[in-house]
């Protein structure tokens, strides 16, 4: 495969300016599912969608890739407006909602076969062998679908999505369910398809180490908002830009004890102590001796994604 060079010139793919979109419900009532959501993504990127349920993540792709239509808002796909020109839109893109836009009861050659004609893929053979030998599949193309594992699945749902080469890929959980050796094989064809074919991601996911391990850039949402959108370590320095500690502590309740004077963030696996302003380590400490703390270690860190992403869900709550 070629591998493509980085412009200098950054080219956006996926651009969207405040679209919001409502669903109306039984008893007349109104779901405001997005409010004014704005997200740009350059070519040759991943960008990582994160939040929990209902959060509006699906609602988005779905509007980016054409399947329903903002209520307001300007969406452009390749620099394609996705409301005036909806099937130029879907040459380019490739969706992928998991295996249930499979057919089970035929086999992973037919399956890809049936999607090339729709889309009038050119030699259709020789672009399933390329994709069946880009993600070790040669060996269960002719087998029935229904016999696959929820990893080959997962598999062929993708090349589902790339059966005409699309430019821009819309992946919603592609790795949930799997064991952790084959999610982290088909993250790193993911990176794959960014790196050596040029594709331009967004990767919906509720795995935070899987987006913090993918995505160029992470927009975080939480009931119908982009509250945050940054690079992973772009997150971390504006959800603090003071120091943060992390404490191996002897008792793990008095873990209690500190919340009472410290900000703490994390869970119960470790206690990350995040100081203020005014204050710092030997601050901590005087407080740790004075209370009959007992420690095991002490060292400074930075939080990872989950961390930042409880600490935004407790100020939109």
């Known amino acids: 495969m070629v591998k493509y060079k980085i412009n200098l010139i950054e080219i956006i793919m996926i651009r969207a300016d405040n679209i919001s979109k409502s669903f109306k419900l039984k008893k007349k009532k109104v779901i405001r599912a997005l409010d004014e959501v704005s997200i740009s993504v350059p070519q040759q990127s991943i960008f990582g969608l994160l939040g929990t349920n209902g959060a509006g993540k699906t609602t988005l792709i779905k509007i980016l890739s054409t399947l329903i239509v903002a209520d307001k808002g300007d969406v452009r796909i390749a620099h394609i407006n996705v409301k005036k020109n909806p099937n130029e839109v879907r040459k380019r893109i490739g969706v992928c909602f998991g295996s249930r836009m499979l057919y089970y009861r035929i086999t992973g050659r037919n399956n890809l076969k049936f999607y090339g004609r729709m889309f009038n893929?050119?030699?259709?053979?020789?672009?399933?062998?390329?994709?069946?030998?880009?993600?070790?599949m040669e060996e269960k193309m002719d087998e029935l679908v229904e016999g696959y594992s929820l990893g080959t699945q997962s598999k062929l749902a993708i090349m589902r999505a790339l059966i005409h080469d699309p430019e821009i890929l819309f992946l919603d959980e592609p790795t949930i369910g799997l064991d952790p050796a084959t999610a982290h094989k088909l993250r790193n064809k993911i990176t794959q398809m960014r790196d050596d074919e040029g594709k331009t991601i967004i990767l919906c996911t509720h795995y935070l180490h899987e987006a913090e391990e993918l995505s160029d850039s992470i927009g975080i949402m939480n009931k119908g908002k982009m509250i945050m959108t940054d690079t992973p370590s772009g997150l971390k320095k504006r959800i603090t830009s003071h120091d943060c500690v992390s404490l191996d502590i002897v008792d793990n309740r008095d873990s209690e004890i500190i919340k009472k004077r410290f900000k703490v963030i994390g869970d119960s696996r470790e206690t990350i102590v995040m100081l203020s302003k005014e204050e710092n380590v030997n601050v901590l400490l005087k407080y740790l001796v004075t209370n009959n703390i007992l420690i095991k270690n002490i060292k400074h860190v930075q939080p990872d994604l989950e961390n930042i992403f409880i600490e935004l869900a407790k100020k939109e709550k």
């Open 121 to 136: 893929v050119p030699n259709i053979d020789k672009r399933i062998s390329e994709l069946a030998s880009f993600f070790e």
